[in-house]
């Protein structure tokens, strides 16, 4: 079975500096994608990154990056340059190809002070 | 120019009620899906449909109906609802998937459902 664990139920970091946000993931299927969601105050889920299990370099996405260490059964999300609008709830989730769901982990706070 | 767009964004409704959410998405996508959000923010999957066909259909009690008129849309019925199902209920849709991995999933902007 799948399973995303979110070990940081809230993160508190200064404006400008990088933050981690720290995934596992468990499944001993080969083909899957890892996802991070951002979800701000106002409710709304916002992709953000994707990695898929076969992928031989890192995702990023603008200030976004994703640190990938299979071995490990990690996926970190790393923002650098925090800003004050990055303060929202971050979400860690996993799909197995073809299972056609997301399953997601319980979510970190992260809260950015100026 | 809204992606997945479900109605209402807040409903309130009394126990025992039987109420609907709506769900519409312009980009294309052969698979859809209800998530529900519990009051720990914790997102579950409920259903899943690919091309109108049911996918999924993760433990959900039988008072909550999907239903896909056509693969733009899915729409969630509750019956005879009861507190429990005070959540936000999320819609999203994906497209095909990447090569050799899955896919993202788009959200609508959700809807809080409140059972009093």
């Known amino acids: 079975a799948q399973k995303i664990t979110q070990t940081q139920p809230g993160m508190f970091v200064q404006e400008k500096e990088a933050v981690t946000l720290d995934c596992t993931y468990d499944t001993s299927d080969p083909s899957y994608g890892l996802f991070w969601y951002k979800q701000p105050s106002s409710g709304e889920m916002i992709f953000l990154i994707y990695q898929g299990s076969y992928d031989q370099q890192n995702a990023t996405e603008g200030r976004y990056s994703l640190n990938f260490q299979k071995a490990r059964k990690s996926a970190n999300l790393v923002i650098s340059a925090s800003q004050l609008g990055d303060s929202a709830m971050y979400f860690c989730?996993?799909?197995?190809?073809?299972?056609?769901?997301?399953?997601f982990g319980q979510g970190t706070r992260l809260t950015i002070n100026p | 120019d809204t992606a997945v767009s479900q109605t209402p964004k807040y409903l309130v409704t009394q126990m025992g009620n039987d109420k609907s959410i709506k769900c519409e998405q312009n980009?294309?996508?052969?698979?859809m899906y209800w998530y529900k959000q519990d009051s720990k923010k914790f997102l579950k999957i409920m259903f899943s449909y690919n091309n109108k066909e049911l996918i999924i259909n993760e433990t959900v009690p039988n008072r909550f109906s999907p239903k896909s008129p056509d693969k733009a849309h899915l729409n969630l019925h509750i019956n005879s609802l009861e507190l429990g199902d005070s959540a936000v209920y999320f819609c999203?849709?994906?497209?095909?998937?990447?090569?050799?991995?899955?896919?993202?999933?788009?959200f609508g902007q959700g809807t809080r459902l409140t059972v009093v």
């Open positions: 980009l294309g996508h052969d698979t």
């Open positions: 999203a849709s994906s497209p095909p998937g990447r090569t050799g991995g899955s896919t993202e999933a788009f």
């Open positions: 989730a996993m799909s197995l190809r073809g299972a056609q769901k997301l399953v």
